[in-house]
């Protein structure tokens, strides 16, 4: 199967947002891929952290998820929504939420982001807490006898949340992330390679990648990752895609010369 990650540089315009994802699905769908995954807030990187409350979408209607549905049906994707806010009742708060989407534009899937990341470097601070509720479930997928496992950006740092999501083990892991700069060129491909190995299956991360016009800066290099760890495609910055091709003799190679997953023991 062939995947796209999209990477962007999201603006405080939902508007422009949706333009942009609109072309790039267009372009990753025009280069054969099969399952397309765009980056986390891909639809709005505001001014602050509130911006997204006025955008926030009730689940299961709303612009955003018209343009995932209407994007993934016209192209024939499986389309990784990356996240966009969906309301919660409290006007304050919003779920960072993943929704999956067939070739046939149904919604298949919903991942809220569990883990809410906080970061302060005495420069730049970022508390996700303030604004968003956290979800409690890992998710999993079907997508033409893929399996596929959700997360967001910081659950990448968790690597108990995707020991969970290989039970059954999951072909594909999927980390749609707005990595910032300093988090990104310290952890990030170290961090996905990681999972990729221990969990012996293909990861794809789609990123935010460039400086934003709220003055953010994020880390980019959106990637494709094989289950042995080696990076097979990626994009340092600026707005893309990157294509790669999955194939199962992969997985089976690995799994089967070096059988880890067997070896799980739990305490």
Known sequence: MKIAALQMVSTPSVEQNLDAARALLERAAGEGAEL??????????????????????????????????????RHGLWLVGGTLPIATGDANRVMNSNLVFSPEGERVARYDKIHLFRYDNGTE??????????????VAFMAAGWRVGLSVCYDLRFPELYRSLMQPPCDLLCVPSAF????????WEVLLRARAIENQCYVVAAAQGGMHENGRRT??????????????AMRPEGEGV?????????????RSQLPALEHRRSF
Do not use: N
Not at 68 to 73: G, K, N, Q, V
Not at 125 to 138: F, M
Not at 242 to 254: D, G, S, Y
């Open 36 to 73: 397309a995954v765009l980056p986390e807030y891909f639809c709005i990187l505001g001014r602050s952290d509130r911006d997204k409350l006025a955008v926030a979408e009730a689940f299961g209607d709303g612009p955003i998820q018209r343009m995932l549905a209407d994007s993934a049906r």
């Open 180 to 187: 910032t700069y300093p988090t990104g060129a310290a952890h």
């Open 125 to 138: 601070r970022y508390d996700e807490g303030r604004t968003l509720d956290a979800g409690s479930e890992p």
């Open 242 to 254: 990157v294509t790669a091709e999955l194939k199962r003799e992969r997985i089976v190679q690995v």
């Open 219 to 232: 880390f980019g290099h959106s990637l494709v990752i094989d289950p042995w760890g080696e990076v097979m």
